[in-house]
């Protein structure tokens, strides 16, 4: 047997803590990766318990089959052609489950792998559904799974005022928490009456070599979402995914998604060797390659773009002082020295928010956008304002750390 258990097979594999759910109506919110240890879909796998009845399904952003490529691209609701039941959406027509879709289990079991990162829409699609089901009396489970990127934590907490699809709390950008420790914090810091259990992993280290956070070589990788191949691309994510809000490519097109960036019009050698002069320390426990990608599709699609590639796969990687995000905003802040008048920030609807900048939302407040925009800012400045946060996140999350 592995050494680690999931959540699920843990469920799975003890008729003890399956007897509460005997005889009461069940629903599952679960993606691709929702899967046991033999890589049996978590839907199929409760559906063969004959003691559970199952009878709803939900899916987040990107459905419950994960077939949804990029953002803002909705998925229906359809019913399962297999086990007969209905599979809503909880990214279409509705963000929040609708008292009919409510009405349809009395317990609901939540099995979503995430990346440890707060604009991951998972995390907002969790304070949701506990919203709801504190609202209409349901019974909420949490089959846990690990952060595949543990527990350093890093960034600026989101402001009041700021939270949105892709920032559901104060957060700071690298929370280090699972999903059950997230369940915990939602109902203590929100005042939520509602009957939470998390089925906790065994045997789940986030400290140990080499996956730190993942157990690499135990368990299959299976992307959560579709631009979600691997490790790498979950270690580089707190930083990468603010590419999002700038007119940058993060690689999506590519085999590499969210682990480089570039663009037609920059010199990656010349932004390499800035960053490096700017604050050299933020750019430990990786290397960084510059190299060249044409995107197949989304931003710069089917033109040569100049970038930079985060590798975090070797023996150079050192995950204790790896620190993507302010890696990434170094990234920013040398492009804005090197070219002040460079259109980086990316005016768009993001998200369906209309009236805020996309790499505000990103961030949870205007503060990295002014630091980045300010030639009067050093690395030292947003260093202090980030420590204060990360200091404050240290103190508040300890009391619902389960491992």
């Not at 680690?4 to 679960?30: S, T």
């Not at 490519?249 to 019009?265: K, V």
């Not at 490096?276 to 290397?287: K, T």
């Not at 609807?349 to 805020?356: K, L, Q, S, T, V």
Request: charged share 20%; net charge negative; glycine share 8%.
């Amino acid at each position: 047997m592995s050494a680690i258990e999931f959540g699920l097979d843990r469920l799975l594999n003890n008729p003890e803590l399956r007897k509460p759910l005997h005889g009461r109506r069940l629903a599952l919110v679960a993606h691709p990766a929702s899967v046991t240890a033999r890589l049996t879909h978590a839907l199929d796998a409760l559906a063969a318990l004959p003691e559970l009845r199952l009878t709803a399904a939900f899916g987040p952003q990107h459905g419950l089959r994960g077939d949804k490529q990029d953002n803002m691209i909705e998925s229906p609701d359809f019913v399962d052609p297999v086990h007969g039941i209905p599979v809503f959406s909880l990214y279409g027509e509705v963000r929040r489950p609708t008292p009919a879709m409510i009405d349809s289990f009395d317990v609901l079991l939540i099995d979503l792998q995430d990346l440890g990162c707060r604009i991951y829409t998972f995390i907002t699609t969790l304070r949701y559904l506990l919203q709801a089901a504190a609202t209409h009396g349901k019974s909420v489970w949490i089959l846990d799974r690990p952060n595949p990127v543990g527990r350093p934590l890093e960034g600026l907490l989101l402001r009041p005022g700021w939270e949105s699809f892709v920032g559901a709390g104060a957060l700071p950008m690298r929370h280090g928490l699972t999903m059950g420790e997230l369940a915990y914090w939602f109902v203590g810091t929100l005042g939520l009456d509602v009957d939470c259990t998390v089925i906790a992993m065994h045997g789940w280290l986030p400290d140990a070599a080499p996956g730190y956070g993942w157990p690499a070589g135990e368990r299959s990788w299976i992307n959560p979402s579709p631009n979600a191949p691997n490790v790498s691309m979950a270690r580089c994510y707190a930083g990468t995914v603010m590419l999002e809000g700038t007119t940058l490519s993060e690689g999506r097109g590519t085999t590499r998604p969210l682990e480089l960036f570039g663009a037609p019009d920059i010199d990656a050698g010349r932004l390499i060797a800035t960053m490096d002069a700017l604050a050299p320390d933020w750019l430990l426990g990786c290397r960084l390659r510059e190299c060249w990608f044409e995107p197949t599709f989304h931003k710069h699609a089917g033109r040569l773009c100049r970038g930079v590639q985060i590798h975090v796969d070797d023996g150079h990687y050192q995950h204790p002082w790896f620190r993507p995000w302010r890696l990434q905003c170094l990234a920013f802040k040398a492009l804005r020295r090197l070219h002040p008048d460079y259109p980086l920030w990316r005016d768009f609807a993001y998200e369906y928010e209309n009236d805020r900048l996309a790499i505000d939302l990103i961030n949870g407040s205007p503060l990295l956008r002014e630091w980045v925009d300010d030639p009067a800012a050093t690395p030292a400045d947003l260093d202090a304002l980030s420590r204060v946060d990360e200091d404050a996140w240290e103190r508040m999350r300890q009391e619902f750390l389960l491992y």
